[in-house]
Nanobody, 119 residues
Framework: QVQLVESGGGLVQPGGSLRLSCAAS????????MGWYRQAPGQERELVAT???????NYRDSVKGRFTISRDNPKNAVYLQMNSLKPEDTAVYYC?????????????WGQGTQVTVSS
């Protein structure tokens, strides 16, 4: 069993910053890709940022230059530093990890953390 536990969401004013954290635990042999997705009310879940085990990153265009994804491999953790937040960043943010367990790779998701950007 693998669990992803997120923290760091909350309410912030436009232009503010938040840092999301996610730690994976359980029956983990190795983790490949990790990342963050988000889902706003009435919208589909969308990719925000991903990072490979060797540190290669990918961002959706609307967050480039404002968000930074990073990871700590020994801690099985991934982070998302969000700066210059905008109201359109409001969503539930989900942590993602592709985990090797026993004999195969499996996709795992966190429970989600709410980020609200509002004055």
């Amino acid at each position: 069993q693998v669990q992803l536990v997120e923290s760091g969401g909350g309410l912030v004013q436009p232009g503010g910053s938040l840092r999301l954290s996610c730690a994976a635990s359980g029956s983990i042999f190795s983790i490949n890709g990790m990342g963050w997705y988000r889902q706003a009310p009435g919208q589909e879940r969308e990719l925000v940022a991903t990072v490979t085990r060797d540190g290669r990153t990918n961002y959706r265009d609307s967050v480039k230059g404002r968000f930074t994804i990073s990871r700590d491999n020994p801690k099985n953790a991934v982070y998302l530093q969000m700066n210059s937040l905008k109201p359109e960043d409001t969503a539930v943010y989900y942590c993602y990890a592709r985990v090797f367990q026993s004999t195969s790779w499996y996709d795992h998701w966190g429970q989600g953390t709410q980020v609200t950007v509002s004055s």
